[in-house]
């Protein structure tokens, strides 16, 4: 959120190195002396980082706000069919981030003093984990180990990795690349300074990330290995650098050029997107200040009583008059629950005896997911791809279960949930600032974040401590979709039925992954071999079988709305 990054040296040399690997014919280099045929290792990370973000415009447009925040309730919108177009994450991951993090090592091994170069090198497996995660995560078994040998070892056929495999591969990995970073023996570092458009270079806030997707990792083994769980979060918690605690560690990418959602900023390009009746109703309840900057106010402002009083007209009884936080109203997360105030969203509630209209369903707060909407050229997209709100509310979790015994966990459950409900709420609110949408407070927000943390709505309770973390970590995912998802999936909720906060019924089929499509004839027999022993039938996109087909991880776990 401090930088803002304009990426203009990308020069096309550097989408050359983010060509598909397992394209056959690479045709022979230009000689001509004015193309650089070998590019600045400090440059081939920027296009990586800046890859890991920039492809999600599709995956905003397609996946996060058209499938994945509707099946979580974030957000209540028509349904619209699952096309093509979700799973972006898969081709971006082969084609644009992996490529130039394979060549920034292969580049660095042929250097004399390439002991300099150990930290530069070590940081690029903390980004392959890192989106590598998220592809596993709706596609189950991927290329992994044998992946970018296309380009190097000519081999065009990688096998798929299992699911079972990919994780104790990625803890290895995280775990020398920590070594490394936190070795002071080593020579004399280079560094990618400003190139890096992350952290500029700092290790240690390298290894944070580090450990912090370490905690992620534990998060999904839970249900299939909860002893593994709870050993990974004690390595983690007695690291001496530790997982992100603080904002200035957190991941954090922002970029005036970025826009997501085009130019014009059109969120609305199908359907305009509403808070759901459990969201709102909380974040009122609760007196969140997350709440403006989540959602709109709908048309019940400044003398709509009035007009209501002279016409003799009464709002519909979904609405209570007295409400203080009128201007917030959600829809059902199902509209055929509830068609009634469901065709609220789409309809205004016209005062009879009067040319006068209102809108009575909040919208999202589009200019906070699109800083260009409606015609607004100023603004800056702000994406926290790992959150120190993220970090602490999983810390919270994991000793509320019990898998702290025996370690310094630096903190109770309750210290570290209160500092992550903290940080997300500063977090958030600067993203608000940055967007030029509607905030949270002003100031430094002490005050407002004070009473929020104090109030019995949220304070521990004793009861149902371990569920209150939870709804903050689904509260924090609002700008998350994978997360979002990943997280309502693994645990089971927000809870159907649930006093404190309810997932409402929703009667549609919710697919559980994605799917991959046939790589042709060269790799077609290790991709049959990957869906055969997952169970998945081949180029299926039904949602029987997207549903009940699931990936390793998830094989137990409970589903939408039954909690654990």
Not at 340 to 350: D, G, P, Q
Not at 424 to 446: E, F, H, L, P, V
Not at 512 to 536: C, H, I, K, M, Y
Request: hydrophobic share 35%; charged share 20%.
């Amino acid at each position: 959120m401090k930088q803002s990054i304009i990426l203009s040296y990308l020069t096309g040399s550097l989408l050359l190195l983010g060509a598909v690997s397992c394209k056959k014919e690479f045709g022979k280099a230009n000689t001509n002396p004015s193309v650089v045929t070998v590019p600045d290792v400090k440059f081939l990370l920027t296009y990586s980082e800046n890859k890991l973000i920039t492809y999600q415009g599709t995956e905003w447009v397609w996946e996060s706000l058209e499938q994945l925040f509707r099946f979580t309730q974030h957000v209540t919108t028509s349904p619209y069919e699952i096309t093509g177009n979700v799973n972006s994450r898969y081709n971006a991951y082969y084609a644009d981030v992996l490529p130039n993090l394979f060549e920034i090592r292969r580049q660095i091994a042929s250097k004399a003093d390439k002991d300099s170069y150990g930290k530069m090198g070590a940081i690029t497996y903390i980004l392959q984990v890192l989106q590598g995660i998220k592809v596993t995560d709706m596609n189950g078994s991927i290329p992994y180990s044998q992946a970018e040998q296309g380009r190097y070892l000519k081999n065009f056929s990688p096998v798929y990795d299992a699911q079972q495999d990919l994780f104790p591969s990625w803890l290895k990995q995280l775990d020398s690349v920590i070594s490394v970073l936190a070795n002071g023996t080593l020579p004399t570092q280079q560094s990618y300074g400003t190139s890096d458009i992350y952290y500029g270079s700092d290790w240690t806030k390298w290894i944070k990330l580090a450990n912090t997707l370490k905690l992620r990792i534990a998060a999904r083994l839970e249900k299939r290995d909860a002893a593994k769980t709870s050993a990974i979060f004690k390595a983690v918690m007695t690291d001496p650098t530790g997982p992100i605690t603080t904002d200035d560690a957190q991941m954090s990418y922002q970029n005036k050029d970025y826009l997501p959602f085009g130019t014009g900023g059109d969120i609305n390009y199908r359907s305009i997107r509403y808070g759901t009746r459990p969201i709102i109703n909380f974040l009122k309840s609760a007196n969140d200040p997350r709440l403006p900057i989540y959602f709109e106010k709908n048309d019940l402002q400044g003398s709509f009583k009035d007009t209501l009083t002279k016409y003799g007209v009464s709002l519909p009884a979904f609405i209570d008059p007295a409400d203080p936080l009128i201007a917030y109203q959600g829809g059902p997360a199902d509209w055929t629950t509830d068609p009634v105030t469901a065709a609220y969203i789409s309809n205004a509630f016209a005062v009879t005896g009067s040319s006068t209209k209102y809108f009575l369903i909040s919208p999202i707060n589009r200019k906070f997911f699109s800083p260009r909407y409606n015609g607004a050229t100023s603004g800056i997209s702000t994406e926290i791809p790992v959150s120190n709100a993220e970090s602490c509310l999983l810390i919270a979790e994991f000793i509320q279960k019990g898998y702290g015994v025996g370690i310094d966990t630096k903190g109770t459950a309750e210290d570290w949930y209160r500092k992550g409900i903290t940080s997300s709420i500063t977090t958030m609110n600067n993203m608000a600032i940055a967007s030029g949408s509607s905030t949270g407070y002003s100031g430094d927000g002490s005050t407002e974040i004070g009473n929020y943390l104090d109030n019995p709505k949220i304070a521990f309770n004793g009861v149902n401590d371990l569920e209150r973390i939870y709804i903050q970590e689904f509260l924090n995912f609002y700008r998350n979709g994978n997360e979002a998802f990943v997280f309502c999936r693994r645990t089971g909720y927000p809870k159907t039925g649930s006093s404190y906060y309810p997932r409402e019924v929703f009667n549609e089929t919710i697919p559980r992954r994605w799917w991959t499509s046939d790589p042709g004839e060269v790799n077609r027999a290790n991709w049959n071999e990957a869906l055969s022993a997952q169970g998945f039938t081949p180029l299926a996109q039904d949602l029987p079988s997207l549903s009940t087909q699931r990936i390793w991880y998830d094989n137990g776990a409970p589903a939408f709305g039954a909690g654990n």
